[in-house]
């Protein structure tokens, strides 16, 4: 068993019961021993679910079994397995992710294609479903509305703490509940491919508001983080709406003023979750921000800072407390985005480092330095060009990254 | 000192003179003590240049000097110094290159148009330039043909070993000689911008003519690197055609067959030297060759290429010998170049280890884990879509590099 990271919250938050799920989670030893490896969750009838997939070319079966069903807009079910990624496994990777719908739709009563998958771990080992499916009736049987936490600990696969986050937000004057859990130690973690998100609420809203939701949500939460900047083959993001708490008015667009509070909790939730994973970044000390602004646009934006997070040399810098501000000059040179060199302004701890083409003037080293010998990094730069403005989150790169990964698999 | 890299070449290659160039280096102290820091090259009359710069927004002056100097053509003379990379300067940056280029443009007797400047080392400090312009009139007494060795040791930074390579070839049945120093040791070095190639030959060639040759072999050499995917503020590839060994015949374009030898000459001492750069990665123990093949194009072959070459966690697996080819799977995937997923093809060392979508038939882990066991790590793909192919070449990821990076700069 890893550490827990030095960046961890000091704890697993208190999160509330959303109407309409219930989960739970039991060991079935695919991979690991000792520890809960299965996660299975119901949702009530006439649940809609959005979702974002990895990009990737190779995605794992259970991504390729998501995006068929996604279209279809309903979900009675999740399944998620931790140790084995059923990523590369031919058809019979395939076959496996379905018999694993099958059966769980059998115990909850639905159709398959309303039963979701993911799987994370180990890439290119074939998956055996026999223990999964031994699994799931006794666990059905347990199933809970308040199993965040052991939900949240059976999906890790390297994570060093389990990742969770809720908040309530009103629609029309009436509460509903966003509840997440999430796991990942790296884009890919050792061996272990994936980021996992899944989110819950009891709102009642339609599958193109839901998607509209959470794709920007995604941009400004999981899409704004990085570790290594390796994509999975199996990273998920899944919202799940049951609207079983639906006192509220209903909406049919994703601009409906009425949900300007619920879309807020939505991306609090899931930065909070995605930092979370920053934080159990493989062999992370610090926690670093980068903020873009001044560019041209947000995605602009999104993409300097981004590759600013994801410099090896800026992020050996920070592990070293280096306050190297020549490196963000190479980065924010190199990003092929719009930027004025002779207004640009580079900032770290909120303290003015370089602007208009030089050293600014007062700038101190030593405070400079104090700033970079903390937990807590804050780089920033404003590119000068537009009103662009992004936020990512990052974390440093230590020997430790090293020791996971350069570890034999064995 | 550091160390010499463990991967360096046994010794520093025996080169001929290039007819109608001399060169030779000195110490002028600007940032190293007891070393020559500061090299001054001569070139005859009529001696034309081609030249590739970094494509960053936040370049070095002396960046910005050759591209204003490059439409002109014409080269009479070369400084580079080594310590200070004169970049984020400012004026006063654009001033300290100009100074240099007319002091050695008088000791010359040419323009100082035709006077090529490059500068390396740290980002951001002003740079004094009474110490270089102090130490050219001594320096230019003592040129001469043979200081290969010389010349490219004063250019160094954190380089453990000078990189110098040359090859004859005939044009028209006439022989003529191509040679080139290089430094470079992490696209950016720790604090230290760049990598820096110049290459001399005694062709009579035209300008058009020698930028298509150089762009085209830039692309498969200095282009098909990585160490740590960072691009420095200071990149530049010169190539200067003296015209002084000119027996051959005149040739006007690029396509002339009869300039095949030459070309994959210049392609040969490009590639000699790019591959000696990476030898020389900041903590590299372990030589990375990776091909791509079954690409749409060359370009995509390149760009796939280069993504699993950056991957850390492809660079970390090559530094713990761990045949993880899952890792190559996940970095074809997130490539976004066109792949066919059921066909693609993997081998390390040479050994089929995946294909058709699954583990290949009479795959032996232990012969691919004693493969990466050694110095020359060979990991290749075939992407099954097309007919591109490129070949690039990269190192391991260790703590060395976390060491080196992380260190503070004073």
Known sequence: MEKISPLAPKKFPTMPPVAGVRLGAAA??????????????????GT?????????????????????????GRA????????????????????????TAKAAAKLIGAPAEEIFIASTGVIGEPLRTERIIGALP??????????????????????????????RAKIGGEYVTIAGIAKG???????????????FTDAHLPVRVLNTLLRVANERSFNSITVDGDTSTSDSCLLFATGAGAQHPSVTSARDKRLKAFRLALEEVMTDLAQQIVRDGEGAE????????????????????????????????????????????MAVGRSGEKINPNRMAILIGGQLVARDGGIAPGYRETMAARHMRGREIELAVDLAVGKGTATVWSCDLTHRYIDINADYRS
Chains 1, 2 share one sequence.
């Not at 049987?141 to 389990?162: C, K, Q, V, Y």
Request: glycine share 12%; charged share 15%; proline share 6%.
């Open 48 to 72: 809609r679910v959005a979702g974002v997939l990895t990009q990737s070319q190779t995605p794992g079966a259970p991504v390729k079994w998501c995006r068929q069903l996604l279209p279809g």
């Open 185 to 199: 130690s790296g884009m890919i973690a050792p061996n272990m491919a994936t980021m996992l998100a899944f989110l």
């Open 76 to 99: 009675r079910g999740l399944v998620v397995n931790a140790g084995n990624a059923n990523v590369y496994g031919g058809r019979r990777g395939d076959t496996a992710a379905i018999h």
């Open 138 to 167: 006794g666990l059905y049987e347990n199933l809970s509305p308040t199993a965040w936490r052991t939900g949240a600990g059976a999906i890790m696969t390297t994570d060093t703490f389990p990742k969770g986050a809720s908040r």
């Open 286 to 329: 610090k926690f670093i921000t980068v903020r873009v602004t001044g560019a041209a646009s947000e995605a602009a934006a999104r993409r300097s800072a981004l590759l600013i997070a994801n410099s090896p040399l800026i992020k050996t810098a920070v592990a070293g407390a280096d306050p190297n501000w020549g490196r963000l000059v």
């Open 28 to 45: 079935c030893g695919e991979r690991y021993k000792g520890r809960h490896d299965l996660l299975f969750a119901e949702f009530g009838p």
